[in-house]
Every structure is written in structure tokens, then in C-alpha cells.
């Protein structure tokens, strides 16, 4: 039998609104295949929570007079909402800061030092002076020792995507004066443990990008260094007491120590709560995928399945990590902490969420390359895609039915031989589209989509139905299957399209209940009554729409988020 599957998003952060970038390289994929394979008839699970804890959530709810648990439920609840304006939905959608991923964040710990996995060092950390606190990791910014990047976050560079054990020439983010170094005791978590077993586990699963794993295993080859996973904070998760060590009531668990556990926590309770089943055997009997961006690759590929070894595989590790490159906007890597993003709501304001639904399926590719976001890209490809092929040859073959034959199909007669290749297309196109949504290749699929729509714009043209009504009977009967074949192909890609696709066939099943191989089988019979109201579906693109957001995303040196 094949397994379940249990699909993770990336956690997006508590602390400003979802913007383009989330949804290129994490959402969407991740919303596509779990659309996709919900109609294979196989059971998935789509997980996510939102990341509660750090500096800048107790700096942001103190400014807007909050605690830091009311702010954080309110983005976890912003960020739900953004999610679904756009068909990305969560069968779960939980938070870091929720009292399971609490708890379970410190059983793992407790069973980490008791397995001999934890312990205590002195850290030399930066302190500013002039605002007198110690600097979390992405308070401090400086040059990468790695890469040599610029304005790279002590904690992770964005632009190599590695940890750096001490970043160079560092400033403090609050008010740009180089910060002083202090000593504080920390707990470490002994990464440098696994460095044989994280190599197998590498090599082993065949699952993984080739090429991502090919620079993890040197950075393994280079030496792990051991991690320090407590931050002198206040927000985060609370430190359990060890007897004999040296009470840790003014620190917490560092983000990245608690989030990617979060992953774990929140299927346990859906497990729990929702479907009445053990969440660790559920979890252990499911194909595990987790969906990234590249930047948190060191976290995904050594720090995650690290700590799940350090407690003896008690949940194992993800099958396929899905690690995919940055969108950037004009040139430049889309970010929310940098003030240079196109938020998901000031998009959708504008446009129709499907449209950018369409516009990504068609540029995303399985591979860390990053994708520019380009105005003009977008107005060619909703208008002369989506509008001038898929939505032409659906309107003309619904229209002309409507007019011809009263919305009702034809009985066919003798197929000839273009029949004959239009039927050998309809038969073969779920499994060819079906076989690359499966391996993540969501711009090869959209394109054998578009292809498949191509071909019978062509079909429907060579057979000129409008010519003779008699002679017309296969020509329509054919594409009003083709019509159904698309809407079942869209459904995982533009849902809220493709639901009205199908309203116009006028079937009355759920569109989401359909077997996705079905799109390639003929099931529209004869005399089938197609809807009462056949409308174009798509509403085509004006140039000076694109010209206004050009004109509002001009770059004048300010950096700034479109909102």
C-alpha cells in the first residue's frame, strides 16, 4: 500500500504581513502537490504554524502596546487569512508559541541532555552598550566570513545560506554603533555528534536534491561546529530546570532550536485532536516532506534531522526536503526584515489571486535557481496564456455549443484520424501532467497543461465546426471532454478558476472529489446539458494596470514595502 503523507511548509514569522517571496518558493509548491495528490485519492496532511518567538516581536508589541502573546495571535490569524485569500490552505495551522510545541520543545531538550547530546559553554556575545541589552542574532549585522557578503544577519547568511560562526565587522541593528562582546553560559546542542550519521542519512536518501546535498556533505567534511541553542531573551520557550546546572530562568530556547520541532508538534495534536490517532505512529508511517527555501537549508539538512537522531529517531526523518531558490524583485531577494517586499495582500487588492497562482506555476522551477518577479512577464503570461490559450479554447467550445446545440452535446459519429489523435491526447495527459506534479516540476507541468490546451485550439480550429452544424458532432463532443480534462488539471494550480470551468460544463459533482486520472477518460456523455451561463472565465489584463504597479514600485533609493 502506498503511505500517507504529511507535508510541511516553512514557518512564516509572526511579525509582518506574507509577502510574494513566502509564496513562490514554499506555499504554492507545497499547496499544488497536496491538491494534486489529495485527488490520486491518497491521504495528505498539510502542516504549518507561524514562528512566534524574538527580539523583534517584543520590540514590535511594546511599540503597538500589546503583549507579545496578543500580537502574536493576531499575525498567526492575519496570516491564516493571507494564506486562504490565495487557495493555500493548512489542514493544521498552528504556532511555536502554543502550549504542545512548549511542551514538546522541552521534552526533546530534557531527552537530548539525557542521551548526552547537551552541553554548557561560556559564550563571548555581543552587547550594545547604548541600548544596553544583549543582541540577538538578527540584531547584529555585518559581513559574511564565508562568502564575504555584505549587511548579512550574524545568524545565517542569505547570501551563501551558512551559519557563520562569527560574523565580521558587526553593527547593531538599533542604532548602527558596533556592539561589545560579553560572556554568558549557554547550553549547546553537540551537533559535531552526528557528523557520521548525518552523512549516511545524506548519501542514503535518494530523495534528496543532488545538488544541495553535495554542499551539506562539505560543509560536514569542514567540521560541524556545536550549537548554541539558548538566547538571553525573555519571549520564547521557557528552559526546564537540570539539577546541577546553573538556573536558566533569564534565557530561552533559541528560534531555530524550537521552530522546525514546531513542524512535529502541531501534527501531533491534528493527529491527536482532529483525527483520534497517535501522532508519533502516524507521523513514523508517513512519507515525510518538508518544503523550504534554500536560505534555511543548514538548519533543514543538519540541524533538524541532528536533534531527531539525538533522540534515537523517535520521529524519523523527512524523506524529500523540497528546497527551492529566492523570487526577487527587481534584482533583488524579496524580504519583510529588509522593507523590500510586494505584500500578498497588496497584490490580490490589485489582481486576481488565481492570476498569481497561474503566474508562478509557469516560472517555478524544482531547483535553487531564484526567479525574478517581472511586471511585463506577468501581463504576457496572463494575457497570452491563461486568456489567449487555455481560456480561448475553453470559451469557444462552451460558447458554441451554448449557441449551436442549445447546450447540449452532440452524439459522435465516425471518428477520423484527427479524432482519433485528439482522443490519444485526452488519454495520456493526467498521467504525463500527474507524473511531474509528483516530482515537483510544477513549470513543466503548467507547460504540458498549456501545450495540451494549444493542441486543441487547433484541433477545434482545423475542424471548423461553425461551417456545418451536421459535420460538427465529434468536434464538440471531443472538446467539451477536453474542457473537463482542464478543469481537472487547473484544479491543483487556479482552483477557484477551474471550480468555474467546471460549473460551466455544468457537472454536477465536486470538482475536488473527481479522480484525477479521470482527466483522462472520456466521461462527458451525450446530450450532457452544459451550464445555462457560459461567460469568459478570465478577464484580461490592461497595460496601464501594469504601468500603475511599475510606477508604485519605482525605486528611489528607499527601499520600501508595497502594502
Known amino acids: ?3 500517507n503523507l504529511v507535508v510541511t511548509s516553512a514557518l512564516p514569522y509572526a511579525n509582518g504581513q506574507i509577502h510574494l517571496g513566502h509564496i513562490a518558493s514554499t506555499y504554492l509548491p507545497a499547496d499544488i502537490f497536496t491538491r494534486f495528490v489529495r485527488l490520486t485519492g491518497r491521504l495528505i496532511y498539510h502542516i504549518c ?44 495551522f498552528s504556532k511555536t508559541s502554543s502550549p504542545q510545541n512548549i511542551k514538546f520543545v522541552q521534552d526533546v531538550f530534557m531527552k537530548l541532555y539525557k542521551n548526552n547530546h547537551i552541553k554548557e559553554e561560556i559564550v563571548v556575545q555581543f552587547f550594545c552598550t547604548f541600548d544596553n541589552k544583549y543582541l540577538p542574532d538578527r540584531y547584529v549585522i555585518g559581513r559574511c566570513p564565508f562568502c564575504k557578503s555584505e549587511n548579512q544577519y550574524s545568524d545565517l547568511c542569505e547570501s551563501c545560506g551558512r551559519v557563520p560562526e562569527q560574523i565580521l565587522d558587526p553593527q547593531c541593528v538599533l542604532c548602527g554603533r558596533p556592539p561589545v562582546k560579553k560572556e554568558s553560559l549557554h547550553y549547546f546542542f553537540k551537533l559535531s555528534d552526528f557528523d557520521k550519521s548525518l552523512k549516511i542519512w545524506l548519501s542514503d536518501n535518494k530523495n534528496l536534491q543532488e545538488d544541495v546535498v553535495k554542499y551539506v556533505l562539505n560543509w560536514i567534511t569542514a567540521g ?6 539558548t538566547r538571553d531573551l525573555t519571549w520564547g520557550v521557557p528552559i526546564p530546570k537540570i539539577e546541577g546546572f546553573q538556573n536558566y530562568e533569564d534565557k530561552v530556547f533559541y528560534g531555530w532550536f524550537d521552530n522546525h520541532l514546531c513542524y512535529i508538534s502541531s501534527f501531533n495534536t491534528f493527529a491527536e485532536a482532529i483525527l483520534k490517532k497517535d501522532g508519533r505512529k502516524l507521523w513514523n508511517d508517513s512519507e515525510i516532506i518538508h518544503y523550504i527555501g534554500k536560505d534555511i537549508i543548514y538548519h533543514h539538512y543538519l540541524f533538524l534531522p541532528a ?8 520521529y524519523k526523518l523527512p524523506d524529500r526536503i523540497v528546497t527551492r531558490g529566492h523570487l526577487l524583485f527587481q534584482n533583488r531577494k524579496l524580504s519583510k526584515s529588509k522593507n523590500w517586499s510586494i505584500t500578498l495582500g497588496g497584490f490580490t487588492k490589485s489582481f486576481d489571486p488565481d492570476y498569481l497562482r497561474f503566474y508562478f506555476s509557469t516560472i517555478i522551477p ?12 506577468f501581463y504576457e503570461k496572463i494575457n497570452n496564456e491563461l486568456i489567449s490559450n487555455i481560456g ?26 484527427v479524432d482519433k489523435q485528439a482522443l490519444i491526447e485526452i488519454t495520456q495527459i493526467a498521467y504525463i501532467v500527474g507524473e511531474l506534479i509528483f516530482g515537483n516540476e510544477i513549470d513543466k507541468a503548467m507547460k504540458r497543461i498549456l501545450q495540451f490546451s494549444t493542441f486543441f485550439n487547433q484541433y477545434f480550429q482545423s475542424k471548423e465546426p461553425w461551417k456545418s452544424r451536421q459535420e460538427s458532432n465529434n468536434s464538440i463532443w471531443i472538446s467539451a471532454n477536453a474542457v473537463r480534462s482542464i478543469a481537472i488539471l487547473l484544479f491543483p494550480f487556479i482552483p477557484t478558476s477551474a471550480q468555474k470551468i467546471w460549473k460551466q460544463l455544468g457537472i454536477s459533482e465536486n470538482l475536488s472529489d473527481q479522480d484525477w486520472y479521470s482527466a483522462s477518460e ?13 461567460i469568459p472565465i478570465f478577464k484580461r489584463i490592461e497595460r496601464t494596470e501594469i504601468e500603475d504597479q511599475k510606477t508604485g514600485f519605482l525605486d528611489t533609493g528607499i527601499t520600501r514595502a508595497k502594502t
Request: avoid cysteine; charge should be negative; charged fraction near 35%.
Open 49 to 92: 504554524a507561524t514562528d512566534d518567538y524574538g527580539t523583534p516581536i517584543l520590540i514590535k508589541a511594546e511599540k503597538e502596546g500589546k503583549t507579545p502573546e496578543e500580537y502574536v495571535r493576531e499575525w498567526n490569524e492575519r496570516d491564516k487569512k493571507d494564506f486562504e485569500s490565495v487557495g493555500i490552505n493548512f489542514d493544521y
Open 307 to 314: 536533534i531527531r537522531l539525538g533522540i534515537k529517531s523517535e
Open 392 to 417: 480561448n479554447f475553453i470559451n469557444r467550445t462552451l460558447s458554441f455549443t451554448k449557441k449551436q446545440f442549445d447546450g447540449k452535446i452532440p452524439p459522435r459519429t465516425i471518428l477520423d484520424s
Open 522 to 534: 472520456l466521461r462527458i456523455p451525450n446530450d450532457h446539458n452544459i451550464g445555462n451561463d457560459i
Open 1 to 3: 500500500m502506498e503511505k
Open 224 to 229: 560541524l561546529q556545536d550549537w548554541d541553542i
Open 366 to 377: 524544482y531547483s535553487q535557481s531564484d526567479i525574478n518577479f517581472d511586471w511585463d512577464s
